[in-house]
């Protein structure tokens, strides 16, 4: 395994919000990470990049033991997440928000970048402000990319766009799984989790519940009844 995850505990304050999340990614994997809102999914997320402090349980990169590591040497590593609200630089055009983020030693160059989304290319003199919401979420993903990662973790890439710029990046996203690259994926469409995904973890109030591999998820709509309220 990449990141093995194992019985994680997190709280903000008092609030007892991860109550011993188990997740594991593998090489090449993709798996997401389904849940109702305030589940505790972006709290998961966090945890990994030691955003928040794990208290309790283990979580290992690539061999390593990395819970209670700062944030800065997690990400060093190679674990990346491409937080909800993007953050990338308005003020900065495309192409330096990408090269500002580049490490020589990156697979991802610009090229690279540029091949994955064409329309960044298209648009690499524009500020970050004057990108659509898709845009700016294909650059994060680039700029994401452009730093070397080893684990990449997005939380609701495709949350408020319109569904023909869902399936662009649901393409775009395929790619970089081809390219080996292991991915866990937070996210309500469950159309692009089943797309994308080769398992789901469902979690409710601070702990999974479930992990199905896509074939099983997609067969049984009572995971979904039961756990989203969706089917
Ligand atoms: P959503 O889809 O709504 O983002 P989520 O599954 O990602 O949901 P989290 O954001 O992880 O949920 O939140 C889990 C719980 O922690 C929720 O009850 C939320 O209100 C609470 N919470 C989140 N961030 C904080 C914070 N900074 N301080 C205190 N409580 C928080």
Known sequence: MILEVREVHAYYGKSHILQGVSLEVGPGELVTLLGRNGAGKTTTLKTIVGVVAPRGGSIRFMGKDIAGLPAYR?????????????????????????TMAARKDSPWQLDDVYRIFPRLKERRKNGGSQLSGGEQQMLAIG???????????????VEGLAPVIVEEIVAQLTQIKKAGMPIILVEQNLAVCTQLGDRHYIIEQGRIVHCAGNAEFLADDSIKDRYLGVN
Not at 77 to 85: A, F, N, Q, T, Y
Not at 143 to 149: I, S
């Open 74 to 98: 997690i990400a060093a590593g190679g674990i990346c997440l491409v937080p909800e609200h993007r953050g990338i630089f308005r003020l900065l055009s495309v192409e330096e928000n990408l």
């Open 143 to 157: 700029r994401a990319l452009m730093t070397h990662p080893k684990v990449l973790m997005l939380d609701e890439p």
